[in-house]
């Protein structure tokens, strides 16, 4: 049974920091896995998308990279802004086809 | 394109009555899954459907619950004989297909409240 832990659970930075996210994950047959953003009380924003056979997707100031021999994840994200702050959620896409999620870094970053 | 599409946004219901949450997915998109969001925990998978069939059901609970996908319309989740434990955010997301090099997309959510 996949299961999906992201580390750490709360973070706190001030602005302008750079800052890594982290996911791992117990079954490395995944198809894909996606990174997600929620604002409190709003649905999930995807933000990167990374298929089996990549190592990394950058997008802006984001950059996710993908280990799928050691089943992990990281999202490193560039210049932190106060306008980051929210929960990060990471989500592995196996062959059932569904996609299972961690619990989510919760970020603040403090201007 | 309108993105993925739930409603309502919010849903009050009374011990004992049915909730009816309704997903449109995004145009194209053929798969829905169903997720709910309890406060302070991750999303847990419900259930995954197909136009017409449901492909995989093992986060469904085994009674009063029940979701469908039509040919045409949107897809439903309903709970019967609700309960204040019933009470989370439902999400529900669609693709294009359901394997391989495809993104899911999700909607804004229903919020339910049991009172």
């Known amino acids: 049974k996949q299961e999906v832990t992201q580390i750490p659970a709360a973070l706190s930075v001030p602005e302008g920091e750079n800052l890594v996210l982290n996911c791992s994950f117990t079954?490395?047959?995944?198809?894909?896995l996606q990174w997600f953003r929620q604002d409190p009380g709003k649905g999930l924003t995807s933000l990167l998308l990374?298929?089996?056979?990549?190592r990394e997707q950058t997008s802006g100031r984001l950059n996710a990279s993908l280990d799928k021999s050691s089943g992990r994840s990281t999202l490193y994200i560039a210049a932190s802004q106060p306008g980051d702050s929210a929960t990060y959620l990471c989500a592995v896409r196996g062959s059932q086809g569904n996609l299972i999620f961690g619990k989510g870094t919760k970020l603040s970053v403090k201007p | 394109n309108a993105g993925v599409m739930q409603n309502p946004r919010h849903l009050v219901r009374r011990r004992g009555q049915e909730a009816r949450l309704r997903c449109s997915p995004m145009k194209g998109h053929s798969h829905v899954y169903w997720y709910r969001q309890l406060p302070e925990e991750g999303l847990k998978f419900m259930v995954y459907l197909q136009k017409e069939n449901i492909i995989d059901e093992s986060g469904m609970p085994k009674e009063r619950f029940s979701a469908e996908f039509p040919k045409e319309g949107p897809s439903i989740l309903r709970i019967q004989q609700v309960v204040r434990g019933d009470s989370a955010a439902y999400f529900c997301a669609s693709s294009p297909s359901g394997q391989g090099a495809t993104e899911a997309f999700f909607g804004q959510g229903t919020r339910l409240t049991v009172v």
């Open positions: 990374i298929q089996s056979s990549q």
């Open positions: 079954d490395s047959a995944i198809y894909n």
